[in-house]
């Protein structure tokens, strides 16, 4: 049973920075594909940035520049260093794991960010 949880989030002032952690156990790591979504009240939820097995990276158009997304496979971890925080980055944050063998995407529980003075 593969399990995904993440960790880090929390309230930071406008132009902060928090990293989320992202765990995984239950596979092969290496073999997962890790995405970072989030979803607003209100809205629905949306791809922030991913990183492939592979490790090639895409980011949405509204963090590119501010976020970084990395994992380390030895570690079972992703992670999804955000700067510059802007209000509009206020929501929670869904790591997930996509397991192509399966075509299956298994979802953490999610993590609050608040981004406000």
């Known amino acids: 049973q593969v399990q995904v949880v993440e960790s880090g989030g929390g309230l930071v002032q406008p132009g902060g920075s928090l990293t989320l952690s992202c765990k995984v156990s239950?596979?092969?790591?290496?073999?997962?594909?890790m995405a970072w979504y989030r979803q607003a009240p209100g809205k629905q939820r949306e791809l922030v940035a991913g990183?492939?097995?592979?490790?090639?990276?895409l980011y949405a158009d509204s963090v590119k520049g501010r976020f970084t997304i990395s994992r380390d496979n030895a570690k079972n971890t992703a992670w999804l260093r955000m700067n510059t925080l802007m209000p509009e980055d206020s929501a929670i944050y869904y790591c997930?794991?996509?397991?192509?063998?399966?075509?299956?995407?298994?979802w953490g529980q999610g993590t609050q960010v608040t981004v406000s003075s």
């Open positions: 990183v492939e097995s592979t490790d090639t990276t």
């Open positions: 997930s794991a996509y397991r192509p063998s399966l075509d299956h995407r298994y």
């Open positions: 239950g596979y092969i790591f290496s073999r997962l594909d």
